[in-house]
């Protein structure tokens, strides 16, 4: 036996026999295609949530709602200055402006805002694109969510367009912008469920 034909029974591909499972593809590989559709959804989501809402790119810098929606724009403006986004020392008399009495408690949606506000210099621009990027995470999220309970891609994408669409999130998107990004949701959904598989001894999605 010859070192060439050693070589070439090494490097021969084997048929893969009549019936046999096809490879599938790593658990890492895996993810990629539901994960560029949730990226799809999201800004599907945002597209509708725009045209629902008659925004135009010129709107973007102007503020959307008034209420409680200026206290967030107020919040954005003192994050813009560097300032703790309670307070800032160049509002307000006698003192400054201290809105510790009126506790936000959720610091996640106020750091995107934050991270907006430094990349945008802009507190109003930055708080109508957290707006829009709640449609965008609310649908993505809650994609991922249903391909990890086994829903097949389409009804899963329709899902959760339809879900980040609801009224309430346009009601809740001209004024409380915190109650919009109900990601939290689809999360808590996906908590349950790894409880419920582990308690009733359901396979996990491969």
């Known amino acids: 036996m010859t070192l060439q034909s050693d ?33 799809l959804v999201g800004f599907a989501s945002v597209l509708i949530a725009a045209l629902a809402m008659r925004i135009r790119p010129g709107y973007l810098g102007v503020p959307w709602g008034e209420g409680d929606l200026l206290a967030v724009y107020a919040y954005a403006e003192n994050l813009s ?28 949606s106020m750091a ?3 991270l907006l506000s ?38 899963a994408a329709v899902i959760a367009v339809a879900f980040a669409v609801l009224p309430w999130h346009f009601t809740r ?7 919009a990004s109900y990601v939290s949701v689809p999360l808590a959904l996906f908590l349950v469920g790894l409880v419920a598989r582990s308690r009733l001894g359901c396979p996990q999605r491969r």
């Open 112 to 114: 995107q805002i934050a």
């Open 81 to 108: 200055r560097g300032h703790w986004f309670l307070m800032n020392p160049d509002l307000g008399y006698p003192g400054f402006q201290d809105h510790g009495h009126f506790p936000v408690t959720d610091l996640v």
């Open 173 to 179: 998107a001209g004024g409380h912008v915190f109650l």
């Open 7 to 39: 070589v070439d029974r090494a490097t021969s591909v084997v048929p893969r026999e009549a019936g046999a499972p096809a490879p599938r593809l790593t658990p890492a590989l895996a993810w990629w295609p539901d994960a560029l559709l949730a990226v």
């Open 118 to 155: 430094l990349l945008t210099q802009s507190p109003v621009l930055a708080v109508n694109l957290f707006t829009l990027g709640t449609f965008f995470t609310v649908s993505g999220v809650f994609y991922l969510v249903l391909r990890g309970a086994s829903v097949s891609w389409p009804f």
